[in-house]
């Protein structure tokens, strides 16, 4: 079956770097865009960033635009999210998710958790 | 940026009851319209996408509606698992993807 495993998340300082892993199985990974959605304590979604299936394409929420990276690597079936000068807001669960081809999200992972405290 | 407004926050109803929740955005939205379901302490879950369509393995009491700007997830007859919180979704500007507050349903 489908699965996204989300690993990398921590406690860190605000200023500092981190950098999130997404490791998909169960489908052809090559043919499939991914997203990176982030849900900070008690609150919402928020959708963060999207690479295009041959990683051609890139794409940030205005929040994060110029902070954080969308990567991905084909042979290792797992997509990235580098992100750098972290805030405070940036605390949250951060969610892998394949896109289904019409901007919509049918699979997530369980999420890694991301808190940046002084 | 299109807002999504989900309404009402909180809905309180029994199982077996009908739910009705609602969604409108700022602006008129493309056909790129989905619906999550969340359960506490688990990641969402693709219920209805392309306004109306059923995502797989989702059962027939889910139904999405709606055009324009306003949108409809209705559960015919809730069951014990129903109870979570719903989220709507939009493409909206590409490449800006939106997701509402969120409607708790909540057993009464």
């Known amino acids: 079956q489908v699965q996204l495993v989300e690993s990398g998340g921590s406690v860190v300082q605000p200023g500092t770097s981190l950098r999130l892993s997404c490791e998909v199985s169960g489908l052809t990974f090559s043919g499939s865009g991914f997203h990176w959605v982030r849900q900070a304590p008690g609150k919402g979604l928020e959708w963060v960033a999207v690479i295009w299936f041959d990683g051609s394409k890139t794409y940030y929420a205005d929040s994060v635009k110029g902070r954080f990276t969308i990567s991905r690597d084909n042979s290792k079936n797992t997509v990235y999210l580098q992100m750098n000068s972290l805030r405070a807001e940036d605390t949250a669960m951060y969610y892998c998710?394949?896109?289904?081809?019409?901007?919509?999200?049918?699979?997530w992972g369980q999420g890694t958790l991301v808190t940046v405290s002084s | 940026e299109i807002v999504l407004t989900q309404s009402p926050a909180t809905l309180s109803l029994s199982p077996g009851e009908r739910a009705t929740l609602s969604c409108r955005a700022s602006q008129s939205v493309s056909s790129f319209f989905a619906w999550y379901q969340q359960r506490p302490g688990q990641a969402p879950r693709l219920l209805i996408y392309?306004?109306?369509k059923r995502a797989t393995g989702i059962p027939a009491r889910f139904s999405g509606s709606g055009s324009g700007a306003d949108f409809t997830l209705t559960i015919s007859s809730l069951e014990p698992e129903d109870f979570a919180i719903y989220y709507c979704?939009?493409?909206?500007?590409?490449?800006?993807?939106?997701f509402g507050g969120g409607t708790k349903v909540e057993i009464k």
């Open positions: 392309d306004v109306s």
């Open positions: 998710a394949k896109d289904r081809g019409t901007y919509h999200f049918d699979y």
């Open positions: 979704q939009q493409r909206g500007n590409w490449p800006e993807l939106t």
